[in-house]
């Protein structure tokens, strides 16, 4: 590895400053299980590493129904799966959280990591997609918000600007009669990058007979992760049924781009986009469907 | 769970004691070969290609040996030319210029990440910024990346100089050997067939996966004297071949094994020992290089990739009456794959009257293939295993029915070498239709159940060992068998055995090839079969000097005196029998210290044969393969320490498995290869398995004193066919390709359910 | 010559002061600078577990730390898992099952465990498999290894030997989570 510097800043502001005035020649460290194997292979070679673990503010995670979610973007999965508010508002996040690697993983993974080094096969996305999450990003202009549907530009690239750096998530409180899912398809039963994720979220009416609205993200199956709008749109208003599900899942299938690579071919990928897909909405739908008596 | 027969009454052999390196190695203490450290060490670190097939036009390397840090800089210019011949290299016969070419590359590079420099620096960290400085030239050549295409006519050339004997001294070829193999007649056989299953199977290349990566430290003394610490399966191997590519004499390099990390068959060669002497010869310093798993994956030796077209014919009572084989292996970069063991194993459970193997080792831009336990063997089971179960099916006879009726049993004829003396094989299929998993029933929508033998020859080859006596009774066992599995605690209990002591009492130590006799690798499942002899004779001897003493200090001759249950004895008054522990006190004055010692060359080694029974769900939606249940039976000879022998049992079911599901190498249209990590390179996990069911057979290798047999491979050969065949068995669909990944398997589903009804399984009704 | 730095953690529960270079890896930093040549290198990519060591109370992969975030953190490694007194049942339970054959994966393993343990001390041999799956054995295809986990936690739960008590998330049991995470991902 070549010779690196090591920050450690204590709040947002320090870190901007010092990713600011490097540039492209620092880079925030979190988990560093993306960063370091990088690092050493030589494929981003900055000469500061910015400790971004000891701020605070990215490390909480703080739940109200009444304003939702703040999820600080240096959270390591961990905390996640052990947050109760996180286990039993946000199932499908949490769920995607615990899917990551290994428990080593999970111990220093963090969900604003996993978004910001660009992959499209990042697990954590589709749920924050199907949830309607917002990304916090502070810069030295300012903050803005973006959706994180439109956080990845790329493979590898975001629409992070020199100085820029994901603060937190914030996510809606979730509506009565609502849940989330997420399933991945890998070839063995851990440790593997997702050949095809897909995160759901639905909210039932009343009746719990028919979705008032849903939101369905994608993993891996295009050059960044996907909002998958018009499957989403296909489920809003209509009666929980397979063919209600059935058109869902096409459309999905529709928006996805796949390649073929060494997890899987292209043919292979928009199949299981389906079945998941499929799997997916149905999870969600149950969760939802329970979730009345524990609220 | 073990289902061996202790009936000789061994007071030692077949119990389970606590090993005796097994506190170091659950503390962190155990030395493996990265962890030695010395003063004044450097780090070294190996340039490879980036391409796969290229000629190399200049190497420039002063920009890196002036970088701050940078003690030395090598070449292959810096290593003797050796003649491109073989050589014998022990029981070996090794091309030594092509050996040399695979650890720095002469003039061309055959394989992304083929070995072109390394360097020593004063830290890892500044040895690989200093390769980035490293500039070669490359004449980028077309890859050549499979067995077909290196084949077919007008294919590129890897070896300008390679010829073989068919084709003659004046044609260029990619083919370094073609072997056959018959037996009878083959169309007389398949006329007699009333059934027939042929079928092309394609196995990917996969790695022997190893946890640690491979590893050396040298040192280099002025007087021309050197020590290699390296974790290593054949320190007396590391020896000869690194004198070799260094051009010295053996005698001046000591090996000394670490512990080593696994290695089934990986670590029998050498990659890094010569450049950490060449380095440390260069600098004065001790240099230790590693190797990242990137580097394993891309430039040690993974086993073949194959092409295997198998034909079977049998009666409609399900008698086998031919079997014709074509098989072509990757050898990679330079010839020596094992398709002359797959040649000979493949049918080699079955008593076939008329055979036919055409077999072909086959150079492609690969790396260089190593052993892989049992090398050769797995590739060929998976077809004959496979295409058998069709053949059973066809007759309607139970697959374990099957192989017991065609069974290979003494006398029946090998498909090369003399006729099988006493054989398990059948005991072992008896083992698995006898088990409980056998006998449980499997229920559920696509799930399904197979089976699958396998054989291996081992080996037994030459090995050494010295027992001395101390004068507390207890004894020290000297081998120089490297203990990879827990065969050192197998050793101490032999010695224990005969000297009537405990376990315990008994302390081994592998040395280094100074310390001990020659001893040939810990691979082809011989170190209980013939390091044990040795220490079991060795064992003996130090019974015999020690009889001496009790005959001494009993005034008697030594043919009067016994030995048994632990105790000397002799007739006569005033004759008090005495253990070890007693007369070892005594020795001194006796005539001095003992030591027994003992060398095999070990013959009649007794064949190996095991076999796998899988349960598996399918899911019809995605093609993954859940591993339900799995046993496995095989024939040991004796098990020595039953733990062990089932956890080499165990351990090489999983690997089998791993090889059926998701392993394989991913080369891209360059060469390239994609998946250099084990992130890609699916190796099962944890939660991959279910726990893994034993049969331990005993049936004796006649001769050895202890009937032992071997443990190490087999276990490995059947389960990719067994997997084949329960997949089979679970949703009707014959795998021909190795892996059995989800995008293969789920294809050949939906293809066999086709159209419209595939759409509707698809849509999860 | 890069600049070191000074590095201040609770290692095994000794106050320890170490010299690194910020590019140099915690597992570098044990092996190389402090000897505790224990925690193993297998990857470097955190894909097999093998440099598996517990830092604040959780398992981590050492290869994909930075030395200098080791700063004020207390660390378990494989050589302080075994007390004056005796080895960890964990050990102990090692040996006795025969869980290790090359013995390159099992200090990795026995920190796996271990801090499996800590957090749940009644794990089933699903919860045991989750737990273990990001540290590769290629020796023991895992049997011995599950077996042997299993009589620990069982010896421990029995009171023959203390266990450390464990952080629990708020709600149902560590168990009972987990079961439910691996049912709904239709995994075992």
Known sequence: MHAINYESPKTVDEAVKLLAAHGEQARPLCGGTDLIIQLRAGVRRPEYVVDIKNIREMRRIEFSMQHGLRLGAAVPCVEIYENGDMRKYYPGLTEAAHLIGSLQIQSRASVGGNLCNGSPAADTTPALIAL?????????????????????????????????????FQIPSPARNSSDAYLRFIPRNEMDIAVVGVGASVTLDLSDERISEARIGLAAVGPTPIFAREASQALAGKRISDETVERAAQFAIAAASPIDDMRGTAEFRRHITGVLTRRTVAKAIERARSTQTSR | MAASANGQGYRVIGTRPVRHDGVDKVTGRAKYGADYSFPGMLYGKVLRSPYAHANIK????????????????????????????????????????QLSANILARGKVLYDGHAVAAVAATSPHIADEALRLIEVDYEVLPPVMSVEDAMKPGAVILLPGLRNKEEGPDQQTNVATHLQFKRGDISEGFKGADHVVEREFKTAMVHQGYIEPHNAVGIYNSDGHATIY????????????????????????????????????????????????????????????????????????????????????????????????????????????????????????????????????????????????????????????????????????????????????????????PPYRRIGFIETVEAIKNSPHYKSKLEGPNRGRGVASGFWFNVGLQSSAMVNIHTDGTASLVIGSVDIGGTRAAQAMIAAEVLGLDANDVRPFVADTDSIGHTDVTGGSRTA???????????????????????????????????????????????????????????????????GRATVNARGVGPAFAAALIDVEVDPQTGKVEILRATVAQDVGKAIHPSYVEGQMQGGTAQGIGWALNEEYFYDDKGILRNSGLLDYRMPTCLDLPLIETCIVEVPTPGHPLGIRGVGEVSIVPPPAAVANAIADAVGVRMTELPMSPPRLLKAMLNKRGGVEAQAAAAGR | MAKKVVVEATINGEQTEFLCEPRQSLLEALRDVLE???????????????????????????????????????IQTIEGMAQPDGLHVLQQKFLEHASLQCGICTPGFLMSAKALLDHNPKPTEGEIRYALA???????????????????????????????????????????????????????
Not at chain 1, 158 to 165: P, R
Not at chain 2, 78 to 84: E, F, N, Q, R
Not at chain 3, 143 to 170: F, N
């Open chain 1, 132 to 168: 309607g999450a917002k990304c916090r990003v502070v810069g030295p202009g300012g903050e803005r918000l973006v959706a994180v549907e439109d956080f990845c530009t790329a493979p590898g690239r975001t629409v992070l600007q020199a100085g820029e750096l994901l603060v937190e």
């Open chain 2, 58 to 97: 200049s190497i420039k390397i002063d920009k890196a040996a002036a970088l701050p840090g940078v003690k030395a800089v090598v070449t292959a210019g810096d290593l003797p030319a050796l003649a491109d011949k073989m050589e014998q290299a022990g029981e070996m016969a090794i091309n030594m210029s």
């Open chain 2, 230 to 417: 390296c974790s290593t399966q054949g320190s007396f191997v590391v020896r000869s071949l690194s004198a070799a590519v260094l051009g010295i004499p053996e005698g001046n390099i000591k090996v000394v094994p670490a512990e080593i990390g696994g290695g089934f068959g990986g670590k029998t060669t050498i990659y890094l020992e010569p450049l950490s002497v060449l380095l440390s010869r260069k600098t004065g310093h001790p240099v230790k290089l590693t190797m990242t798993r990137a580097e394993v994956l891309r430039a040690s030796g993974p086993t073949s990739g194959s092409t295997i077209r198998c034909k079977m014919g049998c009666t409609k009572d399900g008698k086998l009456v031919a079997a014709q084989i074509w098989m072509a292996y990757e050898a990679g970069g330079f010839p020596g794959s094992p398709v002359g063991a797959g040649a000979m194993t493949i049918v080699a459970p079955y008593n076939i009257p008329h055979l036919l193997v055409d077999a072909y080792d086959v150079v492609v831009n690969r790396p260089k293939t190593a052993a892989y336990r049992a090398p050769g063997a797995s590739n060929a089971a998976m077809a004959s295993e496979t295409v058998i179960d069709e053949l059973a099916d066809k007759c309607g006879l139970d697959p374990c029915d099957f192989r017991i009726m065609n069974g290979a049993k003494e006398g029946t004829p090998q498909t090369a070498g």
């Open chain 2, 529 to 595: 079969f013939a390091t044990g002899w040795a220490t079991y004779e060795a064992a003996q001897d130090a019974v015999r000097q020690l009889k001496e003493r009790a005959a001494r200090l009993w005034e008697k001759k030594p043919e009067e005196v016994a030995f048994s249950n632990g105790q000397f004895t002799a007739q006569g008054d005033g004759v008090k029998p005495m253990t070890v522990k007693e007369l070892a006190g005594r020795l001194a004055r006796t005539g001095g210290p003992i030591s």
């Open chain 3, 36 to 74: 505790l040549t224990g925690s193993k290198e297998g990857c470097l990519t955190g894909d097999c577990g093998a440099c598996t060591v517990i830092v604040d109370g959780r398992p981590l992969c050492s290869c994909l730390m930075l030395s200098v975030e080791a700063q004020g953190k207390t």
């Open chain 3, 134 to 188: 990001g540290n590769l054995c290629r020796c023991t295809g895992y049997d011995k290894i599950v077996r042997a986990v299993t009589d620990a936690a069982q010896t421990l739960a029995s009171g023959t030997r203390k266990g450390r008590e464990g952080r629990l998330g708020s709600g149902p049991s560590a168990s009972e989570q987990t079961d439910q995470f691996l049912q709904e991902q239709e995994v075992k």
